[in-house]
């Protein structure tokens, strides 16, 4: 079997943590194929080398030079090789850096030098070959990967090395000019690779030991999820759970590939297991994670006989299309239908979409909710047994909350309820305490 490594950008942070990568990925033989993130924070406070390279390209953009964020990035990388005592000329590489992003002049390619010099640089601790996602990882003029291209162009570069380094993050559009993931999609190009190289796993190595049943920073320690569905995992993970990017799933769910998360500082934990929903089995769990978002606007609207108004939503919808902006949920009654909207979509539009609206259908009453708080409960055993949502709102009632919104979805692996924003950390803890404490 073929496992994946990628390597997140704490696990890449300095040298010591970078031996701890070789120490890992060398103590398996089916460790094969590596890919890296750029170098991330080494404490609390310390800047990633991501958001400094962002800078340097502000830099270049205002003043046309790499400026005093360009230098941090060489002390960091300079120290990194002298830490590992690696033989590679790396101030030749960082000047060449230096000239080529001066030349380029893209913000893409600016931040995709961290991932590319953190590949260089694991490539010599490995002595393994390093492959350049700017060759490999193919995006359409549509700015989203060329999936065929990317997978058949991976394989070939992939094939016949025994092991080999990949640079996570990027890649390059059909003119060959670097284009990159959004912020941590590093996680991204490691399932293309996994993908590509018909892997059996795809081991996501980070700094936490897998996915909590929900935030710490609300609940007191709470329990580890040990396996999760890609669904449940897609749920979970775009309302807030952020461990792994929600996009990653994809490339490996169409390739029945699980994926693990692991902990690079604490190797011998077991992690969390991503399986294809089809190879889940039931844990006898009814509910296997909550997470959740603040700062959601609800357009709700209500007017008789709505139900047989052919186009009605339709109608609306028009409005959201030209004004650009999408929507979370529409959570519906016979006469009511409710607009979840994330409250950033919206911009200075909402007076104006409101407008709209009223014009469009002529609702009977239209109201707007502000400041609401989504909270997702996802479980597969949800679905398989009776009473689910009843646990769930009575827990809500005794924690004196006031539910402004309820969506189920069709799956039925997933309650949302929306609450006030204040009302958001008690009603998690509430939640936590009925399913899991
Ligand atoms: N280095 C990139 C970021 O900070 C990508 C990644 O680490 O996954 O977003």
């Not at 080999?164 to 190009?189: C, H, L, N, P, Q």
Request: aromatic share 8%.
């Amino acid at each position: 079997m073929i496992k994946v490594c990628k390597f997140g950008g704490t696990s890449m942070a300095d040298g010591i943590t970078m031996l701890r990568v070789r120490k890992i990925v060398e103590s398996d033989a089916s460790r094969r194929y590596v890919v890296v993130s750029a170098p991330g924070k080494r404490f609390s406070g310390d800047v990633k080398v991501t958001d400094l390279l962002y800078e340097t390209y502000d830099n270049i953009a205002r003043r046309g030079e790499t400026g005093a964020s360009f230098e941090k990035i060489c002390e960091r990388f300079r120290g990194i090789v002298s830490e590992l005592g690696l033989p590679m000329d790396i101030d030749g590489l960082l000047e060449e850096t230096g000239k080529e992003m001066l030349a380029e002049r893209s913000a893409a390619f600016c931040a995709s030098r961290g991932e590319y010099l953190s590949g260089r640089i694991m490539a010599e601790l490995l002595s393994v070959p390093f492959i350049d996602a700017r060759d490999v990882v193919k995006f359409g003029a549509d700015g989203r990967l060329n999936g065929p291209k990317t997978y058949s162009l991976l394989a070939a570069a992939l094939k016949g090395k025994r092991r080999a380094v990949v640079a996570g993050f990027y890649g390059s559009d059909e003119a060959g000019k670097v284009v990159t993931f959004s912020r941590g999609g590093s996680d991204i190009s490691g399932a293309i690779v996994a993908r590509a190289a018909g892997a059996g796993l795809y081991e996501n190595w980070t700094d936490v030991s897998g996915f909590l049943a929900c935030d710490p920073r609300i609940v007191d320690d709470p329990v580890q999820i040990n396996t999760i569905s890609y669904k449940e995992l897609r749920e979970l993970s775009y309302m807030g759970a952020n461990v792994l990017h929600s996009e990653s799933i994809f490339p490996v769910r169409e390739a029945d590939i699980p994926i693990r998360i692991r902990n690079t500082f604490r190797p011998e934990d077991e992690g969390t297991e991503i399986v294809p929903t089809s190879r889940y089995t039931y844990s006898g769990k009814r509910v296997t994670g909550i997470a959740g978002k603040k700062d959601f606007t609800v357009i709700f609207l209500e007017k008789s006989l709505m139900n047989a108004e052919i186009g009605f939503t339709y109608k609306v919808l028009e409005v959201f299309l030209k004004h650009n902006v999408s929507f979370e949920h529409i959570p519906t009654g016979i006469d009511t239908m409710s607009f979840v909207i994330d409250g950033s979509e919206l911009g200075g539009a909402l007076d104006d979409i409101c407008e709209e609206i009223r014009e469009a259908v002529h609702p009977d009453s239209l109201r707007v909710i502000r400041e609401i708080a989504l909270i997702a409960v996802v479980g597969h055993g949800m679905a398989r047994s009776v009473g689910t949502s009843a646990r769930l709102f009575e827990a809500i009632a005794r924690a004196g909350v006031n539910v402004r919104m309820i969506d189920q979805g069709s799956s039925e692996i997933n309650i949302i309820v929306g609450v006030d924003n204040d009302c958001y950390e008690r009603t998690i803890k509430a939640v936590y305490e009925e399913f899991f404490a």
